[in-house]
Structures are given as structure tokens and as C-alpha cells.
């Protein structure tokens, strides 16, 4: 049975970049701490610092996890599309090279999940 391919859609985005106000989505995630449904998105300003992204967004998202007290900053590594990455804190997002629904993932040494359990 042969299969036709459609090589054109002609449905809009609904989650373009024009459709966010001025913002971008960027998904967040944290290796080893799936206490959480999903990978958090945050529409975000094109110039929020990065640092801003970590005391805001990321805080009031990832806090509720027991660990979130113990991270230290300085040992987190992180991962953009699946690669070794380093962000530079006082540079804007755009200015680290994130783009509308670009992936971010950190890493936090020694913090094993919950009570240990990496899960």
C-alpha cells in the first residue's frame, strides 16, 4: 500500500512567537526531580536577564521541591539542546541564545531527587 505524504500544511502556528506579546516561550527543566508533571514554559520577555529567569519564574516553580533550598548555584551545570551549555547571568536571554520554545535543562550535583530517589 503506498502512502502520500502532505508537504504543505496550511494551518497557522497557534503558538508562534507573534501570538505571546511580546514574549517567548522557554521550557525549563530540572534532571532528576520529576516530583513535577511536566517541563515547566514560561512566556518571558526577549530581555529578561537570566538571573531574573532563576529568582522569578524558576523559583516559584521549582520551590515546592525539598532540594530547591539546597542548590547551589555555582555548581549547576547546564544543557541546551541536549549540550553542555553556560549561560552568563546578567545577559539577557536573547543574548544567551535562547529563542521562542528553545529547552533549557539544569543540573544540580549531589541533589539526587527526592529524599535521594532519582526518579
Same mark, same amino acid.
Given at each position: 500500500m503506498s502512502v502520500a505524504a502532505i508537504s504543505e500544511y496550511k494551518i497557522p502556528s497557534r503558538d508562534s512567537v507573534d501570538k505571546f506579546h511580546g514574549n517567548k516561550l522557554i521550557y525549563v527543566g530540572w534532571d532528576k526531580h520529576l516530583m513535577f508533571y511536566g517541563t515547566p514554559t514560561f512566556p518571558l520577555p526577549f530581555a529578561m536577564k537570566f538571573?531574573?529567569?532563576?529568582?522569578? +519564574?524558576? #523559583? *516559584?516553580? =521549582?520551590? +515546592?521541591h525539598p532540594d530547591f533550598e539546597k542548590i547551589d548555584w555555582s555548581k549547576v551545570t547546564w544543557l541546551k539542546d541536549n549540550k553542555p551549555w #553556560? +549561560? &552568563? =547571568?546578567?545577559?539577557?536571554? #536573547?543574548?544567551? !541564545?535562547? &529563542?521562542h520554545k528553545d529547552?533549557?535543562?539544569? *543540573? #544540580? +550535583? !549531589?541533589?539526587?531527587?527526592? =529524599?535521594?530517589?532519582?526518579f
Open positions: 538571573s531574573d529567569l532563576i529568582a522569578g +519564574p524558576m #523559583t *516559584q516553580a =521549582f520551590s +515546592p #553556560t +549561560p &552568563d =547571568f546578567e545577559k539577557s536571554l #536573547t543574548d544567551n !541564545g535562547l &529563542d529547552c533549557i535543562r539544569f *543540573q #544540580t +550535583p !549531589g541533589l539526587d531527587g527526592m =529524599f535521594g530517589i532519582n
